[in-house]
């Protein structure tokens, strides 16, 4: 039925439909595909859980086309999320990727955002979908110190610029050019926030690694003071990815959200000593 929809989604924008379409096997709140049509390759975004402002992502979009940083972008839908995108032959994520400069490869592509400088005057509010997540998780297993750390993150010098807020794995992307891509949650934020964004969802643990992230993006080693900021939203990491899975299973109640929240209260015990 959903494969049936998708073809005819595609017809409704091409005006013809695809010689093959399969699901792609990437994507936790999409529903990614892989198609083709007149020899070209594309993929499909199907949002499955309609949370993010999609309005905000197309003009993250629109304002990021001349940086090269994503794929190429065919169509956008800001009502309903869907997006197609040239699909770009052998490409690795960066838990899949051997380069061994791919730490410092993926602290570029964040410096090239970030020196960018652009405020798209839409805040992310990284506090504010904290305390939202917790309003809806009924039963947190967990004990956080969450009042005391929201308390010393907006103690925080800050200067809100784009940042694409959701480094995981599956957006970062090696190949003969590098890409970041998925700009579901970009929007004005500290940008230290994106660099512990890369830092706790790639699981860098090793401070030999961090330090080379550190050096790459900073260009030099940061301060005491600086790695205590970075301490701070590390930690507010771990509690917002942590409700956020917790939230996320007790509406769709699936195992990997709950092996998410323990993997994220796990962290937060571990930086915490």
Known sequence: ???????????????????SLSLYPKGLTNENWIFTLDNETYIFRYPTILVNNYVQEQKVIELLKNEKLDVETIYFDPNTGIKITKYVDNLQEFSECTLPNKIEQTALLMKQLHDL???THYHFHPI?????????????????EVNALLIKIKELDSNPIL??????SGNILFGEKNYLIDYEYAADNDPLFDVMSFITE????????RNIFYQAYFGKQPTADMLYKL????????????????????????????????MKYEAYKKAEN
């Open 117 to 119: 400088q652009i405020q």
């Open 1 to 19: 039925m959903k494969e049936k929809r998708i073809n005819e989604i595609i017809h409704s924008i091409f005006n013809k439909y695809p010689t």
């Open 163 to 168: 940042c694409h807020n959701d480094w995981v």
């Open 202 to 209: 790639n699981n860098i643990d090793d401070p030999k690694q």
């Open 231 to 262: 301490h701070l939203w590390e930690q507010f990491h771990n509690c917002l990815w942590c409700y956020w899975a917790l939230m996320m299973y007790e509406e769709k109640r699936e195992d990997i959200y709950l092996e998410i929240a323990q």
């Open 128 to 144: 504010d979908k904290l305390e939202f997540y917790k309003s809806k998780v009924k039963h947190c297993p967990y004990t956080f």
